[in-house]
């Protein structure tokens, strides 16, 4: 031991006894009963559910995804304090910053956010997750991750801003990038893409759609019927990045992906609190029925497409990326499988608010479970 050591006395650093932490949830905000024009359900206006001001490179396709969110939230007339936004790295993982203001924002290490929602998913079943991820953050750092989630069936929302490159890192090629496109330097990609739809049919996610961030109509009823879904929802869209890979000989360019996008249905979504108001011809639409009473109606456009048929869905996102089609729309949809927290059997009552009398079992109540063992 030196010198020093044997001198100096220990220091005891003194720690003030810990306050217990009572967290109160804000009231829930009443519906107004005429919120008046340009409100929501809420009485709040679309400024309402706007954040802070986006720094990505200007027409970027992961602007327009970010107001798409804003407008479907305000329509849906979301509770922000009851969302939470997650995210990885990456362009696409900075944009929760760019909307819902007043919600709670976990920004990730790259790749983990599937690990960080599912904790929250479980810590508090009432909460509404939005994750939002990159395609390099998705599918590839971040495969493994993703692909638990969505076999546990966690109740989420996880949008991919799918732009086939690193944007952050300035354009190297990502693990989505298809075959034989190129980079702006004239590189080409020889190596096959990963296809995020047809890994989430395979793994059993419960809500699998794909569209593009320049089509308003089809992304605003997809956003909406996710929230609404009751296990993960995982939206993979399309979304140029127009610094580093909005060439010619991008498949994942803003020209290529207005020229060749294919919807398979036009979409419309009806909130559990409107009524349905439009009649269709009998035969032209299918009604997927929401857990919580809203509706997704899918019209039918050339030929009539099943969401509930997972075979079906498989072989058509497979054939679509074998003649290079850029399908899009609802491939398929799944109310009745349980999520992560019913599977568990959870409570209800997000953990951090259950009181003491639940959270301290009585004497009797552990013999009897101890007894249950024998
Ligand atoms: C552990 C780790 N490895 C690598 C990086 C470097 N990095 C930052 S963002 C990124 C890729 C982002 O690509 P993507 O998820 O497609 O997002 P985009 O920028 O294209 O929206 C990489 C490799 C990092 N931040 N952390
Ligand atoms: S580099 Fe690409 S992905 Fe990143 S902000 Fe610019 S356009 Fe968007
Ligand atoms: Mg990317």
């Known amino acids: 031991m030196s010198a020093e050591a044997k001198t ?4 005891t650093p003194v720690v003030p006894p810990m306050e217990p932490t009572v967290v109160t949830p804000p009231a829930k905000p009443t519906p107004v009963a005429s919120p008046g024009p340009g409100k929501n359900r809420l009485g709040l206006t679309v400024l309402d559910y706007r954040g802070a001001n986006s720094t ?5 396709g992961h602007d327009a995804i970010s107001a798409h969110i804003t407008k479907a939230s305000f329509e849906l007339g979301l509770e922000q304090w009851n969302v939470a936004k997650l995210s990885g790295i990456g362009c696409s993982s900075k944009t929760p910053a760019y909307f819902l203001g007043r919600a709670h924002g976990f920004n990730s290490v790259h790749g983990r956010m599937p690990s960080v929602a599912t904790g929250a998913s479980l810590a508090n079943r009432k909460l509404t997750l939005l994750g939002v991820s990159g395609d390099g953050d998705s599918a590839s750092i971040g495969i493994g991750q993703l692909i638990h989630m969505m076999r546990r069936n966690v109740r989420m929302l996880y949008i991919v801003e799918n732009n086939g490159v690193y944007g952050l890192t300035k354009g190297q090629f990502s693990a989505t990038a298809d075959e034989g496109s190129s980079l702006k330097d004239g590189r080409t990609n020889e190596l096959p893409p990963v296809d995020l739809c047809g890994l989430a049919l395979e793994m059993g996610c419960t809500f699998v759609a794909r569209s593009f961030s320049g089509d308003p109509k089809q992304m605003l009823p997809l956003i909406k019927a996710a929230l609404a879904h009751r296990g993960t929802a995982v939206i993979d869209v399309i979304s ?62 050339d030929k009539d497409y099943d969401p509930t048929d997972r075979m079906n869905a498989i072989m058509t996102v497979k054939r679509a990326a074998f003649d290079k089609q850029f399908l899009t729309g609802l491939f398929y949809v799944d109310q009745k499988a349980e999520n992560l ?19 301290r079992p009585a004497a009797s109540a552990l013999d009897q479970l101890m007894k249950s063992f024998m």
């Open 240 to 301: 140029p990045c127009v610094t580093f890979n909005d060439h010619e000989g991008s498949s994942k360019s803003r020209k290529a992906c207005r020229d060749n996008e294919e919807p398979i249905h036009e979409l419309g979504f009806v909130p559990h609190f409107e009524p349905i108001t439009a009649d269709y011809e009998p035969g032209t639409v299918r009604e997927v029925k929401m857990h919580d009473g809203s509706t997704l109606v899918l019209k039918k456009l």
């Open 8 to 11: 100096t006395p220990p220091v």
């Open 56 to 60: 990505l490179c200007a027409g970027c």
């Open 341 to 359: 927290g019913e599977k568990c059997s959870l409570v209800e009552e997000p953990l951090a608010r259950l009181p003491d009398s639940s959270l």
